[in-house]
């Protein structure tokens, strides 16, 4: 598979990247060597071979998810400019 120009253009275009016609020029034999490297790729025998996230095995470190208030109420109300019973007071905007 190749690209030409115009769909070099059409490509820029779709991103919305402005190229002047030397760019587009320069940017077909890129766009074909990049294209090359796939072909290759798609020829290795990845029969048995288990998919991967990463190359690397490496675990994610997340918290369990539970459900906590975080139990810092009062904490965090000391911010608020006006707190009434354990609420952020607002102004009235609806009459």
Do not use: C, Y
């Not at 906590?68 to 109300?77: E, F, H, K, T």
């Amino acid at each position: 598979m190749s690209v030409n120009a115009n769909q070099v253009r059409h490509v820029a275009k779709l991103a919305r990247i402005a190229m002047s016609d030397s760019e587009i020029e320069a940017m077909v034999p890129e766009f074909n060597n990049i294209l090359g490297w796939v072909e290759q790729l798609g020829e290795v025998d990845t029969d048995g071979v288990e998919p991967l996230t990463a190359v690397i095995e490496n675990q994610l470190r997340l918290r369990d998810d539970v459900v906590d208030d975080g139990n810092v109420r009062d904490a965090v109300l000391r911010n608020a400019p006006d707190a009434q019973h354990g609420f952020f007071a607002v102004p009235k905007v609806i009459e």
